[in-house]
């Protein structure tokens, strides 16, 4: 074997990296500088290993692209999964979204759990079906689980809520058997998923398994760029002002529109929250 092998980083537990290589994966730690805080590698990294006598992560690639929540790199899609069950939080979909554009990062929307209803489904059809992929599944029937591999292409990253059923679609897909949860067990703010993973589904794709979380902060641009990274309003028409927030400003196209309902009022809501605007009434 050489004495350097590159490679990817498909999973990290305790300071211990599994690295997939030519030579097939290696599990390994990284050299001390690399693992000064816990945030130096990610899932989905391309590094460098050094065999020193034993391998070493000795360096990490450039990023293509990262993110805080979920703590991954390098991806092409992120599907940002919601379910009837736990109930979702849009706020969480809208900030999904934008640090996708942010990121340069395609965003698609995978509906699960629609053997229990559709009504989550009939929602994000309406008003993101126009600007963002949907697809409806269910991990426990299988519908719909065809369709959604085959249009996956890339690195692909699941991600959301806690219970919402990223593993188990991980596992349909895979014919894996990881650890999936109870939504009782998410209620208890556990979550089942506790690392990050890697998971090769054919020659053109790999899905990236994430542990689900209820805040993002971090990966969102600056707040007056926010209204740039809403498709939806840009589509709409254009404002008296260049710089308009669409908060109180005169002769805003995108307030004119919710009042028509062109735009979403609860979208619209939303992004007034992620703006931190409050008090805020209805004209
Ligand atoms: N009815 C129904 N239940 C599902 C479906 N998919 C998953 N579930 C259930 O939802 C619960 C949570 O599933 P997980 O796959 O562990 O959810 P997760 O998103 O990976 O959760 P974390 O790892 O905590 O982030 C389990 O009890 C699953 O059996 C589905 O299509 N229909
Ligand atoms: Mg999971
Ligand atoms: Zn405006």
Known sequence: ??????????KGVGGSFSVETQEGVIVCPARGLLK??????LIGDYVELT?????LITKVYPRKNELVRPPVSNIDVLVVVLASEPKPDYVLLDKMIIACYNNNIKPIICVNKTDISTAVLEY???????????YSVSANTGDGIKEFVESLQGTVCFCG????????????ITEQNEET???????RGRNTTRHVSIHRINSKCELID???????EAGLPDKKEICLYYPDFMKVGECKYRMCQHVREPECAIRAAVKKRKIDLKRYYRYLNILGVR?????
Do not use: H
Not at 51 to 55: H, L, S
Not at 181 to 187: D, F
């Open 1 to 10: 074997m050489a004495n350097n092998l590159d490679g990817r980083v498909i």
């Open 36 to 41: 000064r805080d816990d945030d130096c590698i």
């Open 51 to 55: 065999k020193d006598p034993t391998w």
């Open 124 to 134: 994000v059809e309406r008003v993101y079906g126009d600007f963002i992929k949907i």
């Open 161 to 172: 809520q806690s219970a919402v059923g990223k593993t188990s679609l991980l596992n349909v």
């Open 181 to 187: 949860g109870e939504l009782s067990r998410i209620m």
């Open 210 to 216: 994430t542990c689900g979380f209820s805040k993002l």
């Open 279 to 283: 008090n805020y009434d209805e004209d």
